[in-house]
């Protein structure tokens, strides 16, 4: 795995050393280490200060520089100690507390660094140098405002201090993007709406005006007039940034990423560069698969101001270029230079889910992200001794009531639910709208649409629903609301098939899983049996699968390909994230066991130049030569990509992210799928699957087996054309396509959840004042 590329800091300053000069030859020692520093000879400027060190006069000057060293070889560890020491034998030396600043700053500590850095303005209020680190401090943790007051001042008083004019450019793009995906408590009146028009209509060429009607608009849910109202705000004023932003996240919202990204691009040639369109651009061109342009964007982004979100962003490239260890590791930079703000950690938690094969580590993470939420205020309850309401009140919120692959899971719930004893609620996060929102909106007895909600509006709102059981569908994916059921939104949270494994949110109860994936007890000696147990996400354990799939398309199904081509085709759909290098030994071992065999591998990212080349050179290093692969990027057709699964014979399953929906599309498509079990939620996924049609001989226990598995049904063409020709019919009358049967199961677990909390909260239980 290539190491992360070495990328431009943000712009901090570096203060002088100030010294005097001495007759004696103690502080030469102190000149000549700093020369030498400067010339990046630390080795032998350290023995120098080392010396020095031995000098009680010297000794703090000796530790400080020590300390600057150390920064300036990235090694923050071994700085903190000496600054430490400097600053206690002289602690009204401001350049001592500015460097001590600077390695609690490095180290993520920005609590200690910010007070550090206040010292340093107190001891010496004209410091510019720590006016500027101090706003670094500040914008990480997105207190922009304040930033950008310590800039100017700092610019007062050095008008051409390049590190302050950089970094105060950097914080009004950031406070510029940060307006544009503000969330909002309450939509606009249609009093205020007509205003505000009446106002426009006086005065057509006020970009501002423009962009402040779209602004309403665009809260009052009238998307395509708010897009009506932000275009004619940048033909007003192409500079307008925040504008750029609002339109881009418009037309992405509504599903147009295509003008959503001639939009980004138009007015990054226009202006000068700005980082979060550059960002917002990166992010569009990931999500639609075209990861070499989007890398470049991202690693621009990141050189033009290195915070936080550019390292996010990169991180989030990365993940779709099969470099998960380099997509990791700035997450987590990303995480501690935030100051380790909850809101940044939900792309590092579901990389790890791509990486991780044991539990325990993926578990640690999460329980890190709960230990950085604050505690939830009292949440609402039913008054202490009341029994079941005869409807319980079950809110589920998500952005995908649209064509995604978790309506394919959640529709027949959502229709199937008993109506006598259920109340159904859906809180729809998300702007786009397509005719499968309509089906569920149909099925829904309240549709709440709450995109753009600030999570303590939304709260609000379901607070006054009396919400009962509140069930989170989207975890840490797109339209995440992880920070809204922190806040402790109904008397029992759910988690449940958005996102795999524990969400990490303290007030999130339970998580809806199988016998499957946390069978209660070890499979094996090594294995760990249920996932790490916490006090909260604790596992409601279905005795059927978690997953009931219901195909939108009846795509036709075509005889298996072997019969025609004599070979055995292999192939995998998933997301190319899943495409680990473990993932390519198993198939690399599987086709090696089946001569003449090919494998077809379809992603978004998978035709990308970088992804072709990574996975043809490993296959390669394994025995595989390049003509035996096809490589297909994402096909926006459903009934294209379904048409597809008839060119292979076998699919071939991911690990130890397995496939949930693409497995269901497979085995609807006729295909048979070879699974890997590990230890992971996520590895266990195809167990599940499997076991819900009866194939466990479907299933592997080790890499051997894997490959074992997949020459044993690759060896029996005539059991691959008896399955296909009956494979919707076997699956029809499965566990797996069994909408009601699933639907009474989950309201079970609904029921056993909202008892279980009964008990627990019974002694404290108090209703929350309206």
Request: charged share 25%; with cysteine; aromatic share 6%.
């Amino acid at each position: 795995m290539a190491k992360p590329r070495k990328t431009a800091r943000p712009v901090a300053p570096l203060a002088p050393l100030r010294l005097q000069a001495r007759p004696s030859v103690g502080p030469m020692l102190l000149v000549e280490a700093q020369q030498l520093l400067v010339a990046g000879e630390h080795d032998k400027a350290g023995r120098l200060l080392q010396m020095a060190l031995g000098h009680a006069d010297l000794n703090p000057e000796a530790s400080n520089l020590l300390a600057i060293s150390a920064l300036m070889r990235e090694q923050a560890a071994d700085a903190l100690p000496h600054a430490r020491q400097a600053v206690a034998a002289r602690p009204g030396d401001a350049r001592y507390q500015f460097t001590l600043g600077r390695a609690l700053k490095a180290l993520g500590d920005l609590a200690a660094a910010e007070a550090a850095y206040r010292q340093a303005l107190a001891l010496a209020p004209s410091y510019v140098e720590a006016m500027v680190s101090l706003g670094i401090v500040l914008k990480n943790q997105e207190r922009i405002d304040e930033a950008i007051d310590l800039y100017e001042a700092a610019l007062r008083l050095q008008p051409r201090m390049v590190s302050a004019f950089a970094n105060l450019s950097n914080a009004l793009a950031l406070r510029a993007e940060k307006k544009a995906a503000e969330t909002f408590d309450e939509r606009p009146d249609e009093d205020s709406l007509d205003a505000v028009g009446r106002a426009v209509a006086l005065d057509v060429k006020n970009a501002t005006l423009h962009r402040n009607y779209g602004v309403l608009l665009e809260r009052a849910g009238r998307h395509r007039e708010a897009l009506a109202a932000y275009t004619e705000t940048l033909t007003l004023d192409p500079t307008d940034l925040e504008c750029c932003l609002r339109l881009g996240a418009a037309l992405t919202g509504i599903g147009d990423t295509r003008l959503a990204r001639e939009t980004y691009k138009k007015w990054l040639e226009a202006n000068p560069p700005q980082a979060p369109v550059m960002r917002a651009l990166a992010w569009l061109l990931t999500r639609d698969g075209e990861v070499d342009v989007a890398l470049d964007w991202s690693e621009k982004a990141l050189a033009l101001d290195r915070d936080a979100n550019a390292l996010l962003s990169l991180g989030s490239t990365l993940m779709q270029m099969r470099r998960l260890e380099e997509s990791l590791a700035h997450c987590r930079e990303g995480i501690e230079m935030s100051g380790r703000r909850p809101d940044a950690y939900s792309s590092l938690l579901l990389g790890m889910n791509y990486l991780h094969e044991d539990p325990r580590a993926i578990a640690d993470a999460h329980a890190e992200l709960a230990s950085r939420l604050p505690a939830a205020p009292e949440r609402p309850q039913r008054p202490a001794g009341e029994s079941r309401p005869a409807r319980l009140r079950v809110g589920y919120v998500s952005g995908d009531f649209v064509r995604h692959s978790v309506s394919f899971f959640t529709a027949g719930l959502i229709e199937r639910h008993d109506k006598e004893r259920f109340e159904v609620f859906c809180y729809h996060t998300n702007p786009r709208v397509d005719p499968v929102t309509e089906r569920f909106k149909a099925c829904a007895d309240r549709w709440v649409a709450c995109d753009g909600l600030s999570d303590d509006a939304l709260r609000r709102r379901i607070v006054a629903d009396e919400i009962d059981v509140l069930v989170d569908l989207s975890g840490h994916t797109a339209h995440t609301r992880f920070l809204m059921f922190a806040k402790g939104a109904a008397p029992v949270q759910v988690a449940y098939l958005g996102y795999p494994t524990i969400s990490g949110v303290p007030a999130m109860d339970f998580r809806i899983t199988d016998t499957a994936i946390d069978p209660g007890q070890p499979l094996n000696p090594d294995d760990p049996g249920d996932q790490p147990a916490l006090p909260h996400d604790r596992p409601l354990r279905l005795t059927r699968s978690m997953f009931c799939y219901r195909p939108d398309t009846p795509t036709p199904l075509a005889p298996p390909p072997v019969l025609a081509r004599g070979h055995i085709t292999f192939g995998s759909f998933n997301n190319i994230a899943k495409v680990t290098d473990h993932t390519l030994a198993l198939w690399a071992a599987a086709m090696n066991a089946v001569p003449g065999s090919r494998l077809l591998l379809k992603a978004t990212a998978m035709a990308q130049a970088s992804n072709s080349a990574s996975i043809v050179d490993f296959m390669a290093e394994r025995g595989i030569h390049a003509d035996r692969l096809q490589l297909v990027a994402w096909m926006a057709d459903k009934n294209g990509h379904l048409d597809l699964y008839n060119q292979i014979d076998i699919a071939l399953d991911t690990f130890p992210y397995n496939g949930a929906t693409t497995t269901c599309e497979a085995l609807w498509m006729g295909v048979p799928v070879i699974s890997r079990r590990g230890a992971t939620h996520t590895s266990r996924m195809g167990a599940s699957v499997l076991g819900a049609i009866g194939r466990p001989d479907w299933l592997a226990d080790s890499d051997e087996a894997f490959a074992c598995a997949a020459a044993r049904l690759a060896a029996d063409t005539q059991e691959l054309a008896v399955w296909r020709a009956g494979s919707r019919q076997l699956l029809q009358s499965s566990e797996l396509f069994d909408a009601i049967g699933f639907a009474r199961a989950f309201e079970a677990a609904l029921d056993e959840a909202w008892a279980r909390r009964r008990v627990e909260v019974a002694p404290s239980a108090q209703a929350e004042p309206a």
